[in-house]
Nanobody
Framework: QVQVTESGGGLVQPGESLRLSCTMS????????VNWYRQVPGKQREMVAN???????SYVDSVKGRFTLSRHNAKNTVYLQMDRLKPEDTGVYFC?????WGQGTQVTVSS
């Protein structure tokens, strides 16, 4: 019954921006910790950002200063603002809360 859905991915050129959304629905509380992972074929899945129940955000070094996490509790949605994108940011981005996962959204950064 719980559903996690990512959206907002796409194809952009280096230096451009995207905003990813993670919307949670069904019998799940708002304000849970939420994690964003990036999956690249042939590479280890990597956590790139997470936000705690107290809205404390953290990021891997490779995205610090460029990615920003925020939350809209009324919509039970978490946003990942991605600025000054680089080709290395390319991958499928997954949202996770508790043991629930979304289907992923593709982000491609290419000139």
């Amino acid at each position: 019954q719980v559903q996690v859905t990512e959206s907002g991915g796409g194809l952009v050129q280096p230096g451009e921006s995207l905003r990813l959304s993670c919307t949670m629905s069904g019998p799940i509380s708002t304000g849970n910790a939420v994690n964003w992972y990036r999956q690249v074929p042939g590479k280890q899945r990597e956590m790139v950002a997470n936000i705690t129940r107290l809205d404390i955000a953290s990021y891997v070094d490779s995205v610090k200063g460029r990615f920003t996490l925020s939350r809209h509790n009324a919509k039970n949605t978490v946003y990942l603002q991605m600025d000054r994108l680089k080709p290395e940011d390319t991958g499928v981005y997954f949202c996770n809360t508790k043991w629930f996962w979304g289907q992923g959204t593709q982000v491609t950064v290419s000139s």
